[in-house]
């Protein structure tokens, strides 16, 4: 459905996006995540059509809509997109808005599709009133089904949260991935929330400095980040310096940890080994001590920061029910399934 080849974009001799290249199939949902600047807004815009390319090339359905020779006007590519500002027509009732992009339809069709969309979204009574007649969330929704109406190929959604407080956005974001895969539309988020991304993607492209470094699910971000930027951008947790002792194991502080070394470390070799919160278990059975130098209330956990006596900080995750006061002494023992290391620098 959509093919990034090789993207650059760039203005003037700034280049805002270098060499992104990525693909999605009919259904999916993909998602650009990372910090504010990192150039993920500028590569959707590419998409739509409102950036000219540097150099590369983006297909939609095997057709070339935009490169160094093409530059398909963004009406002519049949890409819908919802922006943070929901971008609603103020004089126009909600049905109204919703009609706005079926002019190519029959007035009855026009009508069959918009009553069917607002009952998508529960919002079937609300085809007369003005959006400033609506919540946020409310116009947020009929936003996304403006977009939807046309039936696009292609759907993009810049930040659509991001003016909303958070059990809203999850609650949104949870809606509109179904509405999305009941329509089986494909779909492109951009977002600097980690957790939006997670609800929402099928697929996630973390960007940084301009350049789309990974390419892949939530899971595997998570687990097997490609470098130390992604590792520590998704989620929480530290590095603890480490020494290669063969191709299957790493010496830390906390222990010998026994999986494949980083490509290229041999023994001897220093690495930097990325221990989260779900790493650490507090064992009171455990000879290996730490000091609690931090404690943070999360509701259902405390995270604790503990310090070990050769001066290293860790993360743990506690339930609640247990509580430790600033400055007590527990065990704690490592759990390490999957073992993230990247060669010291």
């Not at 977009?147 to 810049?158: G, H, N, Q, S």
């Not at 830390?252 to 919160?277: A, D, Q």
Request: aromatic fraction near 6%; glycine fraction near 8%; include cysteine.
């Amino acid at each position: 459905m959509l093919n990034v080849k090789n993207v650059s974009v760039a203005y003037g001799k700034n280049v805002v996006v270098e060499g992104a290249s990525l693909q999605l199939k009919k259904g999916e949902i993909g998602c650009f995540l990372g910090p504010s600047g990192c150039g993920k807004t500028t590569l959707l815009r590419a998409i739509a059509g409102f950036e000219p390319l540097q150099q590369g090339e983006i297909l939609v359905n095997d057709k070339a809509v935009s490169n160094t020779a093409i530059h398909l006007a963004p009406e002519k590519r049949n890409i819908g997109m919802v922006f943070q500002d929901f971008a609603l027509f103020p004089h126009l009732t909600v049905e109204d808005n919703i009609a706005f992009g079926m002019t190519h339809l029959k007035r009855a069709e026009q009508q069959q599709r918009t009553q069917q969309l607002l009952e998508m979204v529960s919002l079937k009574d609300y085809g007369k009133r003005y959006p400033h007649e609506l919540s946020g969330g409310q116009q947020q929704r009929i936003a996304l089904i403006r977009a939807l109406a046309p039936k696009p190929d292609l759907l993009l959604l810049d930040e659509p949260f991001s003016s909303m407080d958070v059990e809203l956005r999850e609650e949104l974001a949870i809606e509109i991935r179904d509405i999305l895969k009941h329509e089986n539309i494909t779909a492109i988020l951009v977002t600097h929330d980690q957790n939006e991304a997670f609800l929402v993607a099928d697929t996630i492209g973390v960007m940084q400095e301009g350049r789309l470094t990974q390419w892949a699910e939530g899971y595997e971000l998570y687990h097997e980040p490609a470098n130390a930027f992604i590792a520590d951008f998704i989620g929480q947790g530290v590095f603890i310096e480490g020494e290669v002792l063969c191709e299957h194991s790493i010496k830390t502080p906390l222990s010998i940890v026994h999986e494949k070394v980083p490509e290229g470390c041999k023994p001897g070799c220093k690495v930097n080994v990325f221990i989260r919160p779900d790493d650490i278990l507090l064992d009171k059975t455990s000879s290996q001590k730490a000091k609690i130098v931090g404690r943070e209330f999360r509701g259902a956990n405390f995270l604790y920061t503990l310090e070990l006596a050769d001066g290293n900080r860790l993360l743990t995750l506690e339930h609640s029910h247990h509580r430790h006061d600033i400055g007590d002494e527990v065990g704690m023992k490592l759990d390490l399934e999957h073992v993230v290391a990247f060669p010291k620098k």
